[in-house]
């Protein structure tokens, strides 16, 4: 009889306790949904500040009047005055920019043509300069020609592709010069990004290309889309439990395709003054808009070839000649060593940010972990010392 009683007499102690664990979590919770609508509130007030920072400098206009994007669009000269008053209106179209060299003319064209089935816009990078040799073919007076010598994709990109001017297109593809097209349908690759929710996305490469990076852009012929890939050999392992890239949530740089939000994002992640982009590739999925083993993914169903020819700097052959007649200069070495040190600038600076911007969010709890570590070999040292 004694025991029950024992348990009767527990009963108001336990409902007091857990009022009391109540009473706490409803605190709690109503001070994170204040501190939440106060963040909020803060932030609203700073983008009204920016937005009346820059108002200012168009008060001189009616609002109305405002037309803050622009486009690659041509427009006539002239028109029949039948067709004045008719608008055209673009809609659905997607924006196709290569950096180009004469010699990769018979490529490009072949890329060009089938990308012209489709709804899309050519902007052409002339790296060499050389716009006059391309006037022979029928496209070419429908696409966009911007030239500076010696520049790379990522210069153009940065100064030619600012958000404001793409917003009218749904994708943009910025691809390289080499690749194979032979197996690739435009229109059917932007479908199935649509339907996968890729936000950004790149073709599979042929097994047989010529060169590959990071096995997880290679084509898996039984799929449409691949976001992973499982590798147990050398120094990068893929498993399940990866969460970041190259195993998911990458593309190369190569023929990597945006869309209209993760452009904006990855306009900005450019760097004006690192212009061979190396280390953005492992930083993309920053810009996924969520979930980056997700939005970001490799499809196999539309693939291309990639012939890996090398431009900026010469050939092989060139590179020979160049050093019987001056052993001191070799311009493809030297581009690698620019790059590997635009590389590590690019590192100091993406490490020196999270430091400094107390603010920000670890979306990923590859890089939750990845801080934690570093904060803790912080400490360490500042013990030891």
Known sequence: MGKPSLKIKRLPFMAVACTVMLF???????????????????????????????AGKLKGLPRGIIHSTSDFELRPLWLRGDKRSKVTVYSNRNLLAVPVGIKQKENV?????????????????????????WWDLDWSSKAIHIAARNQTKWWFAKRFLQPDIVATYDYIFLWDED????????????????????????????????????????????????????????????????????????????APVFSRAAWYCTWHLIQNDLVHGWGMDMKLGYCAQGERSQNVGVVDREFVVHKAIQTLGGSHHDTKKRRRRSPVFDQRTEIRRQSTWEFEIFKERWNQAIAEDTNWVKPFMSDKRRIRRRRSRSRSRRLIS
């Not at 064209?109 to 040799?133: C, E, R, S, W």
């Open 109 to 133: 064209d072949a890329m060009v043509q089938k990308f012209l089935t489709g709804n899309f816009t050519i902007i052409l990078f002339h790296y060499d300069a050389n716009v006059d040799g």
């Open 24 to 54: 706490v979590l409803y605190r709690t919770f109503k001070y994170q949904y204040n501190q939440e609508e106060i963040d909020k509130k803060l932030s609203i007030w700073k983008e009204v500040e920016r937005y009346s920072a820059q």
């Open 179 to 254: 690749l194979g097209v032979e197996h690739f349908n435009p229109s059917r690759y932007v479908e199935i990004v649509r339907e996968e929710g890729l936000e950004i996305s790149q073709p599979a490469l042929d097994p047989n290309s010529t060169e590959i990076h990071h096995r997880i852009t290679v084509r898996a012929r039984t799929k449409k889309v691949h976001r992973r890939v499982y590798e147990r050999r050398g120094r990068t392992r893929c498993s399940d439990e990866s969460d970041g890239p190259p195993c998911t949530g990458f593309v190369e740089g190569m």
